[in-house]
């Protein structure tokens, strides 16, 4: 398996209790796939949730398909 250079996910005690969250927010990583899941275009995602950069929605979702 290869492993990405940039991890756009991590988990931090100290941020919504060590939830997955998007490097440098507090958004859930759970969130945007409960949005796509919800009939959302990845473009309306990162419009309601700014501090999320495309890039990092990509690369989490190529993650969470790896698994």
Do not use: C, W
């Not at 440098?24 to 949730?49: K, M």
């Amino acid at each position: 398996m290869v492993m990405p250079d940039h991890i756009p996910i991590h988990s931090d005690p100290d941020i919504l209790g060590g939830t997955l969250v998007f490097q440098g927010t507090r958004v859930p990583a759970q969130t945007l796939l409960d949005y796509l899941t919800g009939g959302f275009s990845l473009q309306e995602i990162l419009e309601y949730f700014p501090s999320i950069n495309e890039e990092d929605a990509r690369e989490s979702l190529k993650l969470a398909h790896a698994k």
